[in-house]
């Protein structure tokens, strides 16, 4: 569980890193240009396409976070040997109910296509977003691997204050 | 015939009169109606599950034709205009011997979308016949669709990325056509259609079975 906690608390990390930082760069006949994250999330603010950013901003960067969150306070009380915080139960139901939605590794999976599509017309270059997101992905299978869902619910169950 | 030794019966928890969770698997007593353990509703059968399933069934299946047929990106170069369909952009990919990615994209937002409606439309169809389908093979495809239905989102992003990031005003610029708007609802209809299912449904038929 400790384990969990610490892989989690990386990947929330990595996530705040990946926003600030360049995502990607290119250069064509003398332009250049990068772009973030937010700038990603941005892309369909023009018009009516509006709704689409707030999806896209739940999706790869509100919800994955959330979900983090969620799970550090939920296991982090417990990997230190306390009880679950209060509402823990409602913060693992949460974490488990937004875990379908929070879609980074499709996103850096995006990510790898979009290089390829323009890598004909330009020179790109990654930024370090890309990279914090490309080792959040790691990290986040990695944390999914390890967590066993039916042994957390069992132990908020044994571990909750009667 | 004699079937002299059965496979064991399957125990259901409705038959062993109880509830179970389906978020965290507690089981409880009928009494209960929320989980003690997790704090979800409690219900043994989610008698209105089907017609949810079928009701963003088929808004996916509706929200999938604009996206097929209207323009994913606009391509603006020296001020001439290209627009590029989903499948015709998989299909430049392809001319253009990027193969693996096309085929990424192919099987991700032409593939995957149609043989999940075609899957959950036969898993609805399904529960409500008695045929009994010897094995575990629909609860093995209510998984593989319950995973697989996030990974079409991948050309939305695609989108997002490169008209983000290709913008050089008159000398080239992307812009995101409508299917996105159109593709992303369908992707997000059909992943709420299969959340609606409810999977104790498939249950069901190996209870009446036995009997």
Request: charged share 15%; aromatic share 10%.
């Amino acid at each position: 569980m400790t384990q969990i906690v610490m892989l989690a608390a990386t990947a929330a990390i990595l996530m705040v890193a990946a926003v600030f930082f360049p995502f990607l760069e290119i250069h064509a006949s003398g332009l250049s240009r990068w772009s973030s994250l937010l700038g990603v999330v941005a892309a369909f603010s023009e018009g009516w396409m509006l709704p689409l950013t707030f999806g896209l901003g739940a999706m790869i960067l509100v919800l994955p976070l959330a979900r983090l969150a969620a799970l550090i306070y939920t296991l982090a009380p417990m990997a230190l040997g306390h009880r679950p915080a209060p509402h823990a139960a409602l913060a693992f139901r949460w974490a488990e109910a937004m875990r379908p939605w929070a879609m980074v590794e499709i996103f850096i999976l995006g990510a790898a296509i979009s290089l390829v599509k323009i890598s004909a017309l330009a020179d790109v270059a990654l930024g370090p977003a890309f990279w914090a997101l490309a080792v959040l992905v790691v990290v986040t299978v990695l944390k999914d691997t390890l967590m066993c869902r039916m042994t957390v619910w069992k132990t908020l169950e044994e571990r909750r204050p009667s | 015939m004699e079937d002299a030794r059965g496979t064991p019966a399957i125990l259901t928890a409705r038959r062993a009169g109880l509830v179970g969770c389906t978020r965290c698997g507690r089981v409880h007593s009928p009494r209960e109606s929320t989980c003690r353990r997790c704090g979800s509703a409690l219900t043994s059968r989610d008698g209105a599950s089907l017609q949810r399933v079928w009701a963003w069934l088929m808004a996916g299946m509706i929200a999938y034709v604009p996206a097929m047929t209207f323009p994913m990106l606009m391509t603006t170069t020296l001020g001439q205009q290209q627009e590029n369909t989903i499948v015709g952009g998989a299909i430049h990919l392809f001319d253009e011997g990027s193969y693996f990615v096309a085929l990424i994209v192919f099987v991700a937002s032409v593939l995957i979308p149609i043989s999940k409606f075609i899957a959950i439309g036969y898993l609805a169809l399904s529960v409500r016949s008695s045929v009994v389908i010897r094995g575990h093979g629909r609860q093995r495809l209510y998984h593989v669709v319950e995973f697989i239905g996030r990974w079409s989102m991948i050309d939305v992003f695609v989108v997002a990325i490169l008209s983000s990031l290709v913008r050089f005003g008159f000398t080239a610029t992307i812009t995101p056509g409508i299917a996105a708007l159109s593709f992303a609802l369908s992707v997000a209809f059909t992943m709420l259609s299969a959340q609606s299912f409810d999977p104790r449904m498939i249950w069901d038929a190996y209870e009446d079975d036995d009997t």
